[in-house]
Nanobody
C-alpha cells in the first residue's frame, strides 16, 4: 500500500527557512516521480517542485526557483523540500504526491493539467510565513 506522510511545517517569519519531509512507504522514492504542491485558502493547488524518477533531476516553479531545493534519500524512503528565504506568499498547505508513470519532470508535471497525473497524495503539512 502506497502512503505518503508529510511533516516539518511550521510558522516562521519572513526570511526564515524550513525543511519539509515526505516519508513514503509501499514504494522506493526512485521508482516514482515525487512532487511538492501547495494550496493556499481560496486558491488552486499549485505545483512547487518535482524530482524525476529516471534521472533525479529537479524542477521548480518560477516563484520558488533559487529559494527551494528538492532532494531524496532512497535509503530513508524520504523526499525533502528545503525552503529558504520564505515569503508571506509561500503560506499554504504543502502536499507531496507520487506517480510511477512520470519518468522525467517537466513544467507539465507541475501544471494544472499535470496535477491530475498523480495517483498518490499525502495529507499535507501547514507552512505559515508572517511578515
Amino acid at each position: 500500500q502506497v502512503q505518503l506522510v508529510e511533516s516539518g511545517g511550521d510558522s516562521v517569519q519572513t526570511g526564515g527557512s524550513l525543511t519539509l519531509t515526505c516519508r513514503v512507504s509501499g514504494f522506493s522514492p526512485h521508482t516514482y516521480a515525487v512532487a511538492w504542491f501547495r494550496q493556499a485558502p481560496g486558491k488552486e493547488r499549485e505545483g512547487v517542485s518535482c524530482i524525476g524518477r529516471e534521472d533525479g533531476r529537479q524542477f521548480y516553479t518560477d516563484s520558488v526557483r533559487g529559494r527551494f531545493a528538492i532532494s531524496r534519500d532512497n535509503a530513508k524512503n524520504t523526499v525533502y523540500l528545503r525552503m529558504n528565504n520564505l515569503k508571506p506568499e509561500d503560506t499554504a498547505l504543502y502536499l507531496c504526491a507520487a506517480e510511477a508513470s512520470i519518468h522525467y519532470c517537466t513544467d507539465y508535471s507541475l501544471s494544472a493539467r499535470g496535477i491530475r497525473e498523480y495517483d498518490y497524495w499525502g495529507q499535507g503539512t501547514q507552512v505559515t510565513v508572517s511578515s
